[in-house]
């Protein structure tokens, strides 16, 4: 496998959106607050909205990791216009044939600069209390758990942990240069 491409998805693309999304949905259920039956159903319209920023409610950035033209990794920032400082990180998923290989953290780092970019302050996720290497991933990314467990869907008995990551916003004002005169 070897080398990979982070790629941002267009409408054009919801096709191969539509595959590896319910791939990693047949994959890891757990890990969603979605499930695959819900997602089969969508209609085209649904898949190509879910790749188009929604004006007055969201900025999306959907990602895919590609190896060799076959995707191999699935990751979206959203900035929901209620709140434009936090970025937050969906649909986070790898093929398990290709984790262990830096996938996840360059999707993350795209999303991380994405966001930087977009003038957010924070990053927001949540992640299955029971599914530790990707709890792991997250805090050696530098998100931390933050608030309470929650259902990870309604009648589900799995808990979600929400974690968060503060971006760089320096203050330059403490770090300014005398100049010679």
């Known amino acids: 496998m070897g080398r990979f491409e982070i790629k941002e998805l267009t409408v054009s693309d919801w096709e191969s959106y539509k595959k590896v999304r319910l791939a990693s949905l047949k994959d890891s259920p757990d890990s969603f607050s979605s499930t695959y039956e819900r997602e089969q ?9 879910r790749l188009r920023p929604q004006p007055g409610v969201n900025i999306s950035f959907p990602l895919v990791a590609e190896s060799h033209g ?7 920032g959203v900035i ?11 649909q986070m998923w ?4 290709s984790r262990g ?15 930087e970019v977009s003038g957010c302050e924070s990053m927001k996720l949540v992640v299955t209390a029971t599914n530790e290497p990707a709890a792991s991933l997250y805090r050696s990314f530098g998100f931390n758990p933050s608030g309470r467990l929650e259902p990870l869907r309604e ?9 968060v990551k503060k971006l760089g916003n320096f203050d330059f004002g403490h770090n300014s240069i005398e100049l010679e005169q």
């Not at 076959?70 to 979206?76: D, E, H, K, M, P």
């Not at 929901?80 to 969906?90: K, L, N, P, Q, R």
């Not at 790898?94 to 044939?97: C, I, S, T």
Request: glycine share 6%; hydrophobic share 50%; net charge negative.
């Open 101 to 115: 290989k830096g996938i996840a953290t360059a999707l993350l780092k795209s999303i991380t600069a994405w966001a």
């Open 80 to 90: 929901w216009e209620e709140d434009s400082t936090v970025a937050h990180v969906y």
């Open 41 to 49: 159903a969508f209609s085209e319209a649904d898949w190509k909205a």
């Open 70 to 76: 076959n995707i191999v990794g699935l990751a979206s």
């Open 94 to 97: 790898v093929l398990p044939e």
């Open 155 to 163: 009648g589900s008995v799995l808990e979600t942990q929400p974690m």
